[in-house]
């Protein structure tokens, strides 16, 4: 059961950035979660044409704030590194810093087929395999893109085969999507002979409209029905937590009766704070599904 986080904005002063940092650090120590997933945002306006219905503000470097503002905090950190924007030097010190703070690494591509990339991400197994061969490195699953192609199955195995130790979801909402690519992959992996490998889901909750349009942007899949709730709802926080914990006690369910290593990964990326009171309610309903107190 992982918490994921992004850091404060680079644009913020640095009195600013501190007061982020220390507020994050009183409600994350309180938690009852295995590790505390930093983001790396990237911009993904070249993936669509479609208007972001938010900005795109830099963030500050997810390396150094999880292993310095957030040094106190007693989980390891599982620090994202977009590496399409990276050089092979930049992502080496990143690499190896993290592996010497006890934490875990998980890359990821680029945002699009148009973006240039520095580094492809198989540059970026083969550098984490010659400079920090220890340190355990996720891959991102996106049930979206199996619904697509049919191959996300495939494209995990071949980072398994390159070094990837554990899976993070994109963020789910779309229980039958989710089941359909763990199921593939469940079968190819017996096929192949290769233990299933840990799948954290993320779950987030969602507190207005504008909100759940951005998700879609990202590429996230709203189900009809969803929607229709939310916009039909007087309290549309609480009626997607109550979506978010029936979808997890679901898959979770689904993952037992098939031997299938599933864990949870509750995102806390908004400013308001009502969504991340929400964030919290629902890491502690998680906890309850995974038999934790």
């Not at 208007?51 to 503000?57: C, M, N, S, T, V």
């Not at 520095?118 to 996106?142: K, T, W």
């Amino acid at each position: 059961m992982t918490y994921g986080i992004t850091p404060p904005k680079r644009s913020y002063p640095p009195e600013k950035q501190a007061e982020v940092a220390a507020r994050q650090t009183a409600r994350i120590a309180r938690l009852p979660i295995d590790a505390l997933v930093v983001y790396d945002l990237q911009d993904e306006s070249e993936r669509t044409d479609q208007a972001r219905p938010f900005p795109y503000l830099e963030c500050v470097d997810p390396t150094d704030y999880a292993l310095g503002a957030l040094a106190e905090l007693t989980v390891p950190p599982v620090v994202y590194r977009c590496v399409a924007p990276l050089g092979a030097d930049a992502l080496a010190d990143s690499l190896l810093r993290v592996d010497a703070a006890g934490g875990l690494s998980v890359l990821v591509g680029p945002a699009s087929r148009a973006q240039a990339p520095g580094l492809r991400l198989a540059d970026a197994y083969a550098l984490r395999r010659a400079h920090a061969p220890d340190l355990p490195v996720g891959g991102v699953l996106i049930a979206e893109r199996h619904q697509r192609t049919l191959a996300e199955d495939e494209r995990a195995l071949a980072k398994l085969a390159a070094g990837c130790s554990f899976f993070i979801s994109q963020s789910v909402y779309s229980v039958a999507a989710t089941k359909d690519l763990l199921s593939d992959l469940w079968y190819r992996c017996q096929a192949r002979e290769v233990p299933f490998p840990p799948v954290l889901v993320t779950l987030s909750p969602c507190g207005s409209l504008r909100t759940l349009d951005f998700m879609r942007w990202l590429g996230v899949a709203v189900p009809r029905w969803f929607e229709n709730d939310l916009r039909h709802s007087h309290d549309i926080l609480g009626a997607s937590l109550k979506v978010c914990v029936d979808l997890f006690a679901d898959l979770h369910d689904f993952a037992a009766t098939r031997g299938i290593p599933l864990g949870c990964n509750v995102e806390s990326v908004s400013l308001h704070r009502a969504e991340i009171d929400a964030s919290v309610e629902l890491l502690g309903a998680v906890a309850a599904i995974l038999g934790r107190r």
